[in-house]
């Protein structure tokens, strides 16, 4: 087993900045694509950013230009670098990892979650 554990979240006034950090630990042989999420309650989850293992990164179109994601494979953390932060930007972030066991298996695994708050 593998678990996914984020930290950085907290409370940031409109323009500020935040980093997200996501630290895997466990039974890992592999991680393969990498990405964070975002809830607001009541709404769906979202996907904000994903990072391949090679360093490929996407975005949200809503992201774009403000958010940075990257990955640091041997220490087998990721991280969400958040700037000019907006109120819509407020949620609980996820992050999500494609992990291959010792065994060979793969599985797909979740953190915990972190909030974000931005307000004035």
């Known amino acids: 087993q593998a678990q996914l554990v984020e930290s950085g979240g907290g409370l940031v006034q409109p323009g500020g900045s935040l980093r997200l950090s996501c630290a895997a630990s466990g039974s890992i042989y592999s991680i393969n694509a990498m990405a964070w999420y975002r809830q607001v309650a009541g709404k769906q989850r979202e996907l904000v950013a994903t990072?391949?293992?090679?360093?490929?990164?996407d975005y949200a179109e809503s992201v774009k230009g403000r958010f940075t994601i990257s990955r640091d494979n041997p220490k087998k953390t990721m991280f969400l670098q958040m700037n000019n932060l907006e109120p819509e930007d407020t949620a609980v972030y996820y992050c999500?990892?494609?992990?291959?066991?010792?065994?060979?298996?793969?599985?797909?695994?979740w953190g915990q979650g972190t909030q974000v708050t931005v307000s004035s």
């Open positions: 990072i391949s293992r090679s360093g490929r990164s």
């Open positions: 999500n990892a494609e992990i291959m066991s010792y065994r060979g298996v793969w599985s797909n695994y």
